[in-house]
């Protein structure tokens, strides 16, 4: 897709890093004047991405988030991409409430959010290569 | 993030103030149990008017908290979350265990309610 503006970073998968690329994300869409409650949603969709990769994927361990925000006509695409472990079962990650890590007092509700703040969802994920998540937004224009 | 926290008879009070992801819930989590242990505590209130972000992380901890709390015989509540951080509640349908209500005094009626 020909973008009207774009950009993609890689970070280390860092927890201390989901606050950076909240930030990163915000700043891209405010050029586009959206409202508060929308720049809230991509926020909170990206910071669940992000720190799924970091703990799902990559299971705290090191490892490369790359995060990429893209703005055509309207609408902002967000792809949020790890090659850690992989999920072994989409259907069931995305139930609400599922976890498999509730030792470390997961709520399961990342992907349930980032269905409720986001108008699309796609994920793409292979076992021991990775996870892609793609997300799009329409911003409201007066 | 930061943390304050208040005693009020055997109610641990937390005022967060930030973001609360899950990198700041590994502090919000370690410091509230550590307060809570130290006071002897019973119940816990979340004073949530000042968070500036929630993500599910927050879910987690709280409910985590009080999974710990609910084996003492305590309360925990939510008191001052704003539309945003209800919104995630709501999705979670965390309020059948941890109720949330506007205010401070609303909350502690409520947890102080419990069985001695
Ligand atoms: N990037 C990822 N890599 C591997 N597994 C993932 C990834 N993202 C999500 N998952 C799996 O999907 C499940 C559900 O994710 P989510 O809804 O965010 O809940 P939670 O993070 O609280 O476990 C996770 O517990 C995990 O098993
Ligand atoms: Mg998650």
Not at chain 1, 31 to 59: C, F, M
Not at chain 1, 85 to 91: E, L, T
Not at chain 1, 108 to 133: N, P, W, Y
Request: aromatic residues 8%; negative net charge; proline residues 2%.
């Amino acid at each position: 897709m020909e973008y009207q503006n774009a950009f993609r970073v890689f970070f280390a998968a860092k927890s201390q890093n989901e606050a950076l690329a909240r930030i990163m994300t915000a700043a891209f869409l405010s050029q586009y004047d959206p409202t508060l409650s929308e720049i809230t949603d991509v926020k909170t969709a990206v910071s669940e991405a992000v720190t799924n990769a970091i703990i799902h994927g990559y299971e705290e361990k090191t490892g490369e988030v790359e995060l990429f925000c893209g703005y055509k006509d309207g609408q902002v695409y967000i792809e949020v991409a790890d090659q850690g472990k992989g999920i072994a079962d989409i259907n069931q990650a995305r139930e609400p409430l599922y976890t498999s890590k509730p030792e470390l007092e997961r709520s399961g509700m990342g992907f349930t959010i980032m269905e409720t703040f986001m108008e699309g969802i796609r994920v793409e994920s292979r076992q021991g290569e990775g996870t892609r998540i793609y997300m799009v937004k329409t911003l409201t224009t007066e | 993030m930061e943390l304050k926290f208040f005693k009020r008879n055997r109610t641990l009070i937390i005022k967060i103030d930030g973001e609360i992801d899950h990198h700041t819930c590994e502090t919000l989590r370690g410091e509230t149990d550590r307060a809570f242990e130290k006071m002897g505590g019973k119940n816990i209130i979340f004073r949530m008017g000042d968070v500036s972000f929630m993500d599910s992380s927050g879910i987690g901890a709280i409910i985590g908290r009080y999974k710990n709390i609910q084996r003492l015989g305590g309360r925990i509540a939510v008191a001052e979350a704003n539309q945003r951080v209800e919104q995630i509640f709501q999705l979670s349908a965390m309020q059948s265990l941890i109720p949330s209500f506007p205010n401070l005094d609303l909350a502690l009626e409520y947890v102080e309610g419990g069985k001695e």
